[in-house]
């Protein structure tokens, strides 16, 4: 009896640290090899219904082991490229019937990438879905997608959200790794990067006030007018300073100095 109750009180306490999946040993007489019963969660509604029926929980399994599957992932980025391809290939007064093929072809992968979001709901459960970055991000793109199909009018100021859906490309990460490696590389080089641009912009800023300093007042261009170009004030020399490292326009501030 007390080797019982140890059992069950072990199980209750896996049961709290893990919701979604327990282990469980199974009692059996001695001389026999004890037996590991694995539990698997039961779908995304588990915890408010537990007592759901068993074919659920067999479906919601599958569904899970489908969602994890490599071609099935390999299969949802080929479509994200075409969709990519698709958006890219729009442009300024084209014909209706590639307007309407577009039109199809968005409604297309709207429905696919919604069976997607379905099915890893439904697999994974909504705590793991919403575990993981990218899942949310996609669940966003998918509920863009139908509020804009949802909205009247062909030009309809909400068409811009159309744009969201080419980020959809940044799934790729997370199956490339090489990819994924790069940027958390560059994440992780963000501090070096903000004190390098910290280091430019006090750059600028004595830049702009050696400049007020030597060339102060109006600036007379070559046809005997004032000049747009105007060190008098520091906003306007750091503007000036930026436009002369970038390289744009550069000989016409030259010219009006040494005028």
């Given at each position: 009896m007390q080797a019982e109750f140890?059992?069950?009180m072990e199980m209750e306490e896996q049961e709290e640290?893990?919701?979604?999946?327990?282990?469980?040993?199974?009692?059996?007489?001695?001389?026999?090899?004890?037996?590991?019963?694995?539990v698997k969660k039961k779908g995304c509604c588990a915890a408010l219904c537990p007592s759901k029926p068993e074919c659920l929980v067999r479906l919601s399994n599958k569904l899970e082991v489908l969602a994890e599957h490599p071609f099935f992932e390999k299969f949802i980025i080929i479509l994200i490229l075409i969709n990519t391809a698709c958006l890219a290939s729009e442009f300024y007064d084209s014909p209706d019937w590639i307007n309407s093929l577009l039109d199809m072809m968005n409604l297309f992968f709207t429905v696919v990438f919604a069976m997607e979001m379905i099915i890893k709901m439904s697999g994974f459960g909504f705590r793991k879905y919403y575990s993981d970055k990218f899942n949310i991000f996609d669940c966003f793109i998918v509920i863009m997608s139908y509020v804009e199909l949802l909205m009247p009018g062909d030009n309809s100021s909400l068409s811009v959200l159309r744009a969201f859906r080419l980020l959809r490309i940044f799934k790729i990460i997370k199956s490339w790794d090489s990819l994924r490696i790069l940027l958390s590389?560059?994440?992780?080089?963000?501090t070096a990067i903000t004190n390098l641009g910290v280091?430019?912009?006090l750059f600028l800023f004595?830049?702009?006030l050696l400049m007020k300093q030597f060339y102060q007042g109006e600036l007379i261009d070559d046809e005997g007018e004032v000049s747009r170009y105007s060190y008098s004030t520091t906003g306007s020399a750091l503007i000036n300073v930026f436009i002369?490292?970038?390289g744009e326009a550069w000989t016409d501030q030259m010219i009006i100095v040494m005028v």
């Open positions: 140890e059992a069950q640290e893990y919701p979604d999946e327990v282990e469980m040993q199974q009692e059996v007489p001695e001389g026999k090899r004890k037996s590991k019963v694995v590389t560059v994440l992780d080089s963000m280091l430019i912009m004595i830049s702009a002369l490292l970038t």
